[in-house]
């Protein structure tokens, strides 16, 4: 079976270099166009063998044989948006990802959030470390390998470009990752790539296009093998040109696609089944004359491909979706099922107390979902498109129960007008953001300081601990209300709380005031030498002299404190609330346990 190319997505935080690392591959290979140069697909780059051959130059020899693949095939669109879109079922279109890091930086949010991605999406990467040309002191020699560069830079600074890279080590060994200098690598199936670049100079791209050419066809070889049957691809992007109407930006993966070809695609309703009208490739810019004019038609393309498809009835396509050409002698059907199964499983709709998500593609809402479940936040509702009165009133119903739950997370989408009112009217958070990682951050940021400001409030309102000794020699009155002064032991002693004695803890009634050098306070901490007066107990019958006492503290507050509040508390709080346990525990055995 023949092999196809792979298929390339680059990733990244922002500014690290995405775009000027692809810009820098293209000039390279279109300076290199005698040699059969690059050709540009919708939303990809296809840079042939020959191409790769004069990229990669002298460095051929460390490929252990020549270049087996047809070439490579990279997504033009940088960025975690693109990536996402190319989904399909049980993974990605992309065989393989290049990660760029910013030397300098290292690991960034969004790379955090890239990371995450390529996991659960299982496809492999490989790590272009960029701006080398950054490092200070750094003698920059253009379009150069990095190992010919690096040898003839100062020592210092190799050994400051060698500390950095060990930083990025560190950070992805604490992510789960063993990566390396890509020259230092024995086992390419263990330990992720660190690939030293410059997007400015060009120094290192050949090793960067050598890695990923040796990975590929070592060991992704039988996944590049192409059927001979109808197309399979996943749409890019839905675009709307002059002209031609709403238009499919799509990557084909295995297959072939051929000019009138019955498709089945998904779509926001239902699946979409219609008959391709014109299959466009871009022209060559040296021959485009019209900037309207900026697309050929072919008859037929084969995997892997990006193309453009004209066709009619393409209202409600989905970005993200599965496209299928169905086979002569086969029907739509079959294909509607299986387009159907696969959204089906990523647009989310339960009757569990979680968020609702809206995104604007089915990619970033499959992505951001299994983010979001991996923090263990639940999805009521995911769908693609705009925040709806709808959406806002499902929200709402799950708030009702369960405030930190019911809110809205809004990714690349509208807020409609009449969903703000409904938002305004019934209290429910939107949460919008144009990056992945902060939407996600933003939402757990809110919810752990919400619930922390609730637990705080119900802290606030729990009855602490507190022990005192009546102190020998200050009983002012012995009843009507009884007035002696006390020592705290521990804990806090506040007015409105009972007392119970040490010894058996019968309750002797409520403090009404407590009393500091004549003035009355609310509260009286540890050490505190304080008045207090009691309507209930009358002294030498109820209460006496150096007798012990200890807050009454109600059974479903120790429970509470005891499960979820013990560290808010002072050490002698804590002790005192032990011993207080210990001697509700002598009258009911056990009294407070959870």
């Known amino acids: 079976m023949p092999i196809r190319q792979p298929i390339v997505c680059v990733l990244g935080h922002v500014d690290t270099g995405k775009t000027l690392l692809l810009d820098k591959i293209r000039k390279t290979s279109v300076q290199a166009r005698e040699a059969g140069g690059m050709t540009q697909h919708i939303g990809a780059s296809f840079f042939p063998v020959e191409t790769l051959k004069q990229l990669i130059g002298p460095l051929l020899s460390s490929l252990k044989g020549d270049i087996e693949i047809p070439g490579l095939l990279i997504v033009d669109t940088p960025g975690h948006e693109a990536f996402t879109n190319l989904r399909r079922r049980g993974g990605s279109v992309a065989d393989i990802a290049i990660l760029v890091v910013d030397l300098l930086k290292g690991i960034e949010a969004q790379t955090y959030e890239c990371i995450e991605i390529l996991k659960t999406r299982k496809t492999p990467f490989i790590v272009a470390v960029n701006k080398i040309d950054r490092i200070p002191g750094w003698n920059p020699h253009s379009s150069t390998p990095f190992m010919a560069s690096y040898a003839i830079q100062d020592p210092n600074v190799r050994e400051s470009l060698d500390n950095k890279l ?22 390419f199936t263990s330990t992720v790539a660190l690939v030293p670049t410059s997007a400015k100079t060009g120094e290192g791209l050949a090793e960067l296009l050598m890695v990923l050419v040796g990975l590929t066809q070592q060991y992704l070889k039988k996944q590049l093998q ?19 109407g709403l238009t499919l930006n799509t990557i084909i993966y295995d297959g072939t696609l051929q000019k009138d070809d019955l498709i089945v695609v998904g779509g926001r309703e239902k699946p979409i089944v219609t008959s391709i ?87 970033s809402l499959e992505a951001i979902a299994e983010i979001l479940r991996k923090n263990n936040v639940q999805v009521r509702l995911a769908d693609v498109g705009d925040v709806s009165k709808r959406d806002i009133i499902e929200a709402s119903v799950v708030k009702s129960r369960e405030p930190l739950v019911g809110v809205v997370l809004a990714f690349g989408v509208r807020i409609l007008p ?36 609730s637990l705080e409030q119900e802290f606030e309102k729990l009855v602490k601990p507190g022990k005192v000794l009546v102190m020998a020699g200050f009983v002012f009155r012995r009843g009507k209300p009884a007035i002696f002064g006390v020592e705290i032991m521990g804990g806090q002693l506040r007015p409105k709380l009972s007392l119970v004695r040490a010894d058996g803890g019968e309750d002797i009634g409520e403090v009404q005031q407590i009393q500091d050098k004549g003035k009355a306070v609310s509260e009286a901490k540890l050490g505190m030498q304080v008045a207090v007066s009691m309507e209930k107990p009358i002294v030498g019958r109820h209460v006496f002299e150096k007798d012990t006492l200890y807050v009454k503290v109600p059974e479903s507050d120790v429970r509470i404190l005891m499960s979820t509040h013990l560290e808010k508390l002072t050490e002698d709080e804590q002790e005192v609330l032990k011993e207080f346990i210990a001697i509700m525990r002598k009258k009911v055995p056990f009294w407070g346990a959870f």
């Open 277 to 363: 009208r014109a299959i466009l490739v871009p022209k060559p810019l040296d021959e485009i004359r019209d900037p309207r004019d900026r697309f050929s038609s072919v008859d037929s393309v084969f995997a892997a491909a990006g193309v453009k498809i004209v066709a009619s009835g393409l209202e409600g396509a989905l970005a993200g979706a599965p496209l299928y050409a169905v086979e002569p002698g086969s029907t739509p059907e079959k294909y509607a099922k299986l387009v159907t199964d696969e959204i089906k499983k990523i647009r989310i709709a339960t009757e569990l107390e979680g968020v609702v998500l809206k995104a604007d593609t089915l990619g």
């Open 226 to 244: 192409t059927t001979e049957g109808a197309a399979k691809g996943s749409v890019l992007e839905v675009k709307e040109e002059p002209g031609l």
């Open 418 to 453: 009449d969903a703000e009112e409904e938002a305004a009217a019934s209290d429910v958070k939107i949460f919008k953001e144009p990056i992945i990682y902060n939407l996600i951050d933003k939402y757990l940021d809110w919810q752990r300081s919400k619930r922390e400001a």
């Open 166 to 187: 060990y930083e990025i080590m560190g950070i992805f060994s604490r992510s789960g990752f063993r990566t390396d200098r890509f020259d230092h690598i024995k086992d």
